[in-house]
């Protein structure tokens, strides 16, 4: 298998076979596969190549459109977070510094600012004053009671011991609501610090997410560095829970991803870590949405590709087809020209040398047949001997021989002339009935039927009457010979076009083979053994070829055979 | 009547002394000639009725010696033997004065059938 397709392949193989001269109908067929796989592969290559590098091309460049205003939107939304962090961040800060420690203590005036707080802000719960030293609760604003609760222990005191600041993941926290927690340090130089707390409700995320104004196919949330939901998603669960999706964490900048979704559903993965606290911002749409352009265009690019190759393949059939029939045709017109040439070359070089034989035999012929003549007079002007009758017909027969060889000798010689021509304005019905008046009598004897329909208007013709003479009374010859006792032949004349006029002689004889059919114009080709010479269809198509004329034949064994010669009506002889 | 007299011109030995005999066999006054000049000789010196002449001949030509004999005496017939089935030799013959042509090898009685046609279109 495979070393056939090597073969088949193999392009030098198959050039070569385009050039190789080999007349067998398979080598057309060989031309043509080789010449349909050539052309089919040197335009569908490049055009597949094509197809290819631009859909790549598209691809990239596509993709940097499409993920630009993901990413656009992830930052924006990323930077409203971070705004609205750090802006309560920077609150609770001046708050802390706006107020003394002092102020701080009084439950009333932290009260007061809570109250301002939630007034002019929103989303503030609580607000508490925290010891430094040893994590007190000392002050307290707020739904819970929490005075002297101790959060030493607590990470993330040490953190904002630490760090100055501290914001929480969300937690559950008062009434079920999600909740984070930001804390600040405050340090005074006298060596005592204290820290104010608030806990603020989640629900302006849920805003800054639904301010992206995402259709419903689409989800965007915020992950802790756990995975941890920190707001609730469309798609993947409730805020606390657990996201399904393995998010990678860290790095500063804004990835995209594209992957199966744990329900199985093809997503495009947009996501961003927030510079502090440790929040990833998530958006999830589904791939067919992003990329709808894309998808668009490559149906279009393969739709494309598709037609395109159809077409081409369409056009290289057809064309192949017609091409390799035009260089048949000419193959074969050219074999046929050749043959013929050919065919004249055998008829003139046969006529010479017939000529130079038929002329040498001629004379001694003439001697023989005077010698012989002179016995068979001898023979009869002397009265009754012993066996002059049998004398006689020996005498009879030599004569009789001598006849058949002038016969012979004559046809010759008549073969050999043949290249001269005597043109003459003649009838060729009127021809045609003088050539049967030869016949008549032995159609009548052997009771033939000869019917003639002769065009009455045919138009008279410029030819040489002694060798159209010569050419019917062939063919009708051989008819005779042809047909059995009562048997028919059929003689007709029409105007075949403006230029020809045809004769046709149809009989209902024995008919020929295919074999005889391709040799019947062939000098010395004869069925009649010693009657023919196998000149007489020969002479005839070289008669008829000479004076412009074309004779074509068909025939059928058992059946019978029809000759048809056309003439020019102009000579141009 | 007088016995018909016949020149033969012919080159061909064999032949044309057959063929006077076969003629003489038939009460005819035959005479031979080898080439153009002796066939000349012969008519000049003793004209006969018609005069058998062979075309191809070597040195003066048959149909020469046609124009010729023509031109001493028109009455003379000729009748050409043509060697080569020559038809146009023929015609060309006649067109000079010949009588008739024939084909060679001849039917005698063909011959003989031309020869009492060509006496009796001198009358």
Not at chain 1, 145 to 164: D, I, P, R, T
Not at chain 1, 430 to 447: I, Q, S, W
Not at chain 2, 46 to 60: I, Y
Request: with cysteine.
């Amino acid at each position: 298998m495979a070393t056939n397709l090597k073969k088949w392949f193999n392009l030098r193989e198959n050039l070569q076979m385009l050039t190789d001269v080999n007349s067998s109908e398979n080598r057309y067929r060989l031309l043509q596969r080789n010449i349909r796989i050539l052309m089919i592969v040197l335009t569908i290559v490049p055009l597949s190549m094509m197809a290819l590098i631009n859909y790549h091309q598209y691809q990239s460049s596509l993709r940097e459109e499409i993920i630009t205003p993901e990413t656009l939107l992830a930052n924006k939304t990323r930077h409203s977070f971070e705004f609205f962090l750090n802006e309560r961040q920077s609150l609770i800060k001046s708050i802390s510094y706006f107020y003394s420690y002092e102020q701080l203590s009084d439950e009333k005036t932290l009260n007061h600012i809570l109250f301002t707080l939630k007034k002019e802000f929103g989303g503030f719960v609580d607000l508490g004053l925290i010891n430094g030293a040893d994590g007190t609760q000392l002050c307290y604003a707020g739904p819970y009671n929490l005075l002297g609760k101790n959060y030493a222990e607590q990470s993330w005191f040490h953190e904002v011991m630490l760090k100055g600041t501290y914001i929480s993941d969300v937690f559950m926290g008062y009434r079920k609501f999600p909740h984070i927690a930001i804390a600040v340090q405050r340090l005074e130089q006298s060596g005592r610090s204290w820290i104010v707390r608030t806990t603020i409700d989640t629900a302006m995320f849920d805003n800054l997410i639904a301010a992206m104004g995402l259709d419903s196919e689409s989800d965007a949330f915020i992950l802790n560095q756990e995975g941890i939901f920190q707001t609730n998603s469309r798609l993947y669960g409730k805020v606390l829970e657990r996201c399904p999706l393995k998010i990678p964490m860290g790095g500063h900048a804004t990835y995209v991803d594209e992957r199966k979704d744990p329900g199985g559903r093809d997503i495009f993965l947009t996501y961003t870590n927030l510079t502090y606290p440790d929040y990833t911002l998530v958006i999830v749409k589904s791939r067919s949405t992003v990329l709808k352009t894309w998808y668009a265009l490559k149906s279009d690019l393969f739709l494309v590709f598709l037609i395109g190759s159809t077409v081409i393949v369409f056009v290289v059939f057809r064309l192949t087809g017609i091409m390799v029939n035009r260089i048949r045709e000419a193959d074969q017109n050219r074999e046929l020209a050749f043959r013929e040439l050919e065919h004249h070359h055998k008829l003139s070089s046969i006529g010479r040398l017939a000529a130079g034989v038929a002329h040498e035999i001629n004379n001694p012929l003439a001697i023989i047949n005077e010698k012989a003549g002179l016995i068979k007079d001898l023979i009869e002007y002397t009265p009754d001997f012993k066996q002059k009758e049998k004398f006689s017909s020996l005498v009879g027969a030599i004569l009789q021989s001598v006849n058949r060889c002038r016969t012979i000798t004559h046809r010759l010689l008549g073969f050999a002339k043949r290249m001269e021509v005597e043109i003459e304005n003649l009838d060729v019905n009127e021809l045609l009935e003088e050539v049967l008046g030869f016949l008549e009598k032995e159609a009548l004897y052997r009771n033939i039927n000869l019917g003639l329909e002769l065009a009455k208007d045919l138009p008279r013709i410029d030819s040489d009457r002694g060798q159209l003479q010569q050419v019917f009374l062939n063919i009708l010859n051989n008819a005779m010979a042809a047909v059995e006792d009562e048997g028919k032949i059929r003689i007709a004349t029409w105007e075949k076009d403006a230029d020809t006029i045809a004769v046709s002689v149809q009989d209902n004889g024995c008919g020929m083979s295919e074999e005889t059919l391709r040799h019947i114009f062939e000098p010395f080709f004869t069925t009649k053994r010693e009657h023919g010479t196998g000149l007489g269809l020969s002479i005839t198509y070289g008669i008829v070829k000479k004076l412009g004329g074309d004779i074509e034949v068909k025939s059928k064994e058992h059946e019978g055979t029809t000759f048809k010669v056309f003439l020019p009506k102009k000579s141009n002889v | 009547m007088d016995p018909m007299k016949v020149l033969l011109v012919d080159d061909e030995r064999e032949f044309v002394t057959t063929l006077a005999e076969r003629l003489e066999l038939r009460n005819m006054n035959v005479s031979i000639a080898m080439d153009g000049e002796a066939a000349l000789g012969f008519v000049e010196s003793d004209p006969p009725h018609v005069v058998v002449l062979d075309v191809m001949m070597p040195g003066l030509g048959g149909l020469e010696v046609l124009e010729k004999i023509k031109a001493m005496d028109s009455k003379i017939q000729v009748i050409l033997l043509t060697g080569h089935g020559a038809t146009k030799d023929g015609i060309r013959g006649m067109k000079l004065g010949a009588f008739d042509y024939l084909i060679k090898p001849i039917d005698i009685d063909e011959l003989i059938k031309k020869l009492y046609a060509a006496v009796k279109s001198m009358a």
